[in-house]
Every structure is written in C-alpha cells, then in structure tokens.
C-alpha cells in the first residue's frame, strides 16, 4: 500500500452490471468494446456510497493486465486513483499474477510513482501481447508498463 490513500468500497461486477464501465470509457474515449466479455474482470468503486471510479484486470497464469481504469470527473485529483490501482494489485495478487502490465499514453508518470516501469513490447509474455488492448493496433504507440507485485 501507498501512503494515505481515501478508503475505498469496491464491488465486483458482473457482466450484465457492466454499463456503467462502458458509458464512463465511452465518454473518456478510452476503449469499451470488450468491457461485455468474459476474460476482464471490472469493479465499481465507491466513497460514501458513491461511485468514484472503475476498473479492471485480466489474469493469465501468474501475470495480469491492468485495464480500463477510470477515475470519475468530480473526484480525480484527490488520490482515488492510487486507492483502485491498490486495491486491483491485491486482487490481482490474490488471483496468483506477480506481475502486472498496463498500456498508457498520458500517464507514465502517474503509474511510474506507483511503481510501474516502462516495458519493450518484445518483452511482453506472449499471453499478455495477446490480451485485450496489447493485441489492438491502434494501442500500437501507447506506453507498456509492469509491476512486479
């Protein structure tokens, strides 16, 4: 864990619960098209019982790629962030990954305080180049990162 981090409610979603993730992607631009299949796992964050965020995991073998991660507008820049992407290591962990991957265009610097290192396309496991926004080619330009958790 990092530092002060707001206490955070998560709640794990079912596929049929997913709308709220993809309407939240939609509207960031970011990508939603397969927030309705089976392999991502999403979770719904709140504070005070109310949503503050979204995110993902995906998990092969003892690897896991970080995804779809979305803070809400009213309370970004207040840590909640950090608080998901805590609370998505220890599932991911509990899942048996060691190692986390993420693809980002505007915030290595972000994910590089929380740990996270840029990462060669080359290098990726091959499960995890095959993995949701890895195999996308218009992600081809964005910034691979890892954790070792």
Not at 5 to 12: H, Q, T
Request: glycine share 8%; proline share 8%.
């Amino acid at each position: 864990m990092h530092g002060r981090r707001p206490a955070l409610f998560a709640l794990p979603l079912a596929v049929w619960e997913r709308d709220g993730v993809k309407a939240a992607l939609s509207r960031a631009g970011l990508p939603a098209d397969d927030v309705a299949d089976d392999g991502p796992m999403f979770w719904r964050f709140e504070r005070d019982d109310v949503p503050v965020g979204f995110a993902g995991i995906e998990v092969h073998g003892t690897d896991a790629v970080l995804r779809s991660l979305i803070t809400l507008p009213p309370v970004r820049r207040q840590g909640i962030g950090g608080a998901m992407i805590d609370k998505m290591e220890v599932e991911a962990r509990a899942r048996g990954a060691s190692a986390i991957y993420l693809l980002t265009d505007d915030f290595v610097a972000f994910f590089a305080k929380l740990g996270y290192a840029p990462c060669a396309r080359e290098r990726l496991p091959p499960a995890i180049a095959a993995a949701g926004p890895f195999a996308q080619p218009r992600f081809a330009d964005a910034t691979a990162m890892v954790k070792r958790v």
